[in-house]
């Protein structure tokens, strides 16, 4: 037969060995398995957060709340930062609550402009935090991040959490909100630290407090920082129950950011304090240093008879937090 009229051969099928793309590499039923192994991992995680507790078999005791510290900032007034940690920390039954921004850490590549113009090393900065946790760490209740802090975490490593774990191995800690139940005797306070609070107003700086315990009724005492406007406690009603919004001041006393964009200035308070009674009373006070005395005054009223429900002969009705007697 002529080669022009050969019938043609069917091609060679090649043999091939490998990954194919009709195959399925992932395993749907170990994926699902991994996925139910986190749900109820996160799902502990949220139930433990929802039933925190600090106890104090009883009163008064006080809070002093700090943030905005910005530790390695050329404008922080460091002496004044130290000083106000020694109070605290000598000061008998008053406690300390960390509400963010305690360095400055510039580490995002956006803002290397100003990393570049800081007199402090990133670990010097951190080596000046865990000195103010190493005067008054004992008194530490719980700590909640800031946006300086939580810059950090972008590499995946909350370096934050692990200097507060290194204070005591019981501080309360969440990188952005933290709900604890404050009991002091008989009486309980729900209280709230976020370092932002979503709503603003030029006419009341704790408006984002406010409208928070009156849209989420988690809280009757709210804490709060990042502005720097000033250091203010503030009562307003909660349900028919008097409530507390607390703002930090800064002690980040010249800030070049704030007057280029012509900000308000600061009342000069740095640490906003609470006291809590076991009558089921609190108020606020803007100075710390007077806060110390009041505290001191107070109990050694209640130990000479002179203060609290308990001290006047009545007791407190745990249900409606209110006193009964004479």
Not at 40 to 45: C, M, P, V
Not at 69 to 80: A, C, K, N, P, T
Not at 194 to 216: C, L, M, P, V
Not at 270 to 279: H, L, Q
């Amino acid at each position: 037969m002529s080669h022009l009229t050969r019938k043609a051969s069917s091609p060679e099928e090649p043999l091939i060995e490998g990954l194919f793309a009709s195959e399925d590499i992932v395993d749907e039923d170990e994926v699902y398995a991994r996925a139910v192994a986190e749900w109820r991992k996160t799902e502990k995680i949220i139930k433990k957060a929802s039933a925190q507790r600090i106890r104090f078999e009883s009163g008064p005791i006080a809070i002093a709340n700090v943030a905005d510290i910005h530790l390695g900032s050329s404008g922080v007034d460091y002496e004044r930062v130290f000083y106000e940690a020694e109070l605290i920390a000598k000061t008998d039954g008053m406690y300390l609550m960390l509400d963010g921004d305690l360095v400055d850490n510039f580490v995002l590549a956006k803002l290397m402009h100003v990393r570049l113009n800081t007199k402090f090393a990133i670990a010097e900065e951190w080596a000046l935090l865990r000195r103010y946790l190493g005067i008054v760490g004992h008194k530490l209740l719980l700590s909640v991040g800031g946006n300086h802090d939580g810059w950090s975490r972008i590499a995946g490593i909350d370096y934050f959490r692990e200097v507060m774990g290194q204070v005591r191995d019981n501080v309360i800690y969440d990188t952005d909100d933290v709900v604890v139940m404050l009991e002091v005797g008989q009486a309980d306070f729900q209280i709230r630290l976020r370092h932002q609070w979503n709503g603003s107003s030029i006419y009341n700086a704790t408006h984002g407090i406010e409208k928070a315990a009156k849209f989420d009724g988690n809280f009757i005492c709210g804490v709060g920082a990042h502005t720097h406007v000033s250091g203010l406690t503030r009562q307003f009603n909660v349900g028919g129950r008097t409530g507390m919004a607390v703002l930090c001041g800064s002690y980040k006393v010249y800030d070049p950011y704030a007057r280029a964009r012509g900000f308000a200035k600061p009342n000069g308070s740095t640490a906003a304090t609470v006291v809590f009674d076991e009558s089921g009373a609190m108020f606020g006070i803007d100075r710390l240093e007077y806060a110390t005395h009041v505290i001191e005054r107070l109990r050694g009223g209640k130990r000479n008879g002179t203060f609290g429900a308990k001290a006047r002969g009545r007791k407190v009705d745990r249900k409606s937090k209110k006193t009964v007697g004479r």
